[in-house]
């Protein structure tokens, strides 16, 4: 079993940066992709980011070009969300999971591992 831990999350003002990190353990997912959820209040859980193992991305089109995914090559179990350019939309609690799949998929229900979730609260 793998436990899933996220970090990072806080309050920052809208236009300002911030950088999660994510942490798995009790397994190695070296082959498996990884990625990041997000869900705002009264909203349904969204696709935000992924990565492969091998480095390759996908980014939900709200934060292309604002966020970055990134994979610690050292420590495959390791992943990052650096996300810049903040705006008050992404307040959300955000989730990391590795997927089933080697792939950097947006799909849910193919992660099998999922933490807790960090707080991002953009303000005005």
């Known amino acids: 079993q793998a436990q899933v831990k996220e970090s990072g999350g806080g309050l920052v003002q809208a236009g300002g940066s911030l950088r999660l990190s994510c942490a798995v353990s009790?397994?190695?997912?070296?082959?498996?992709?990884m990625g990041w959820f997000r869900q705002a209040l009264g909203k349904e859980r969204e696709f935000v980011a992924a990565?492969?193992?091998?480095?390759?991305?996908?980014y939900a089109d709200s934060v292309r070009g604002r966020f970055t995914i990134s994979r610690d090559n050292a420590q495959q179990n390791t992943v990052y969300l650096q996300m810049n350019s903040l705006k008050l939309e992404d307040t959300a609690s955000y989730y990391c999971?590795?997927?089933?799949?080697?792939?950097?998929?947006?799909?849910?229900?193919?992660?099998?591992?999922w933490g807790q979730g960090t707080q991002v609260t953009v303000s005005s």
């Open positions: 009790g397994r190695t997912f070296s082959r498996n992709g």
């Open positions: 999971a590795v997927s089933t799949t080697p792939i950097a998929t947006s799909r849910s229900s193919l992660y099998a591992y």
């Open positions: 990565i492969t193992a091998s480095g390759g991305t996908n």
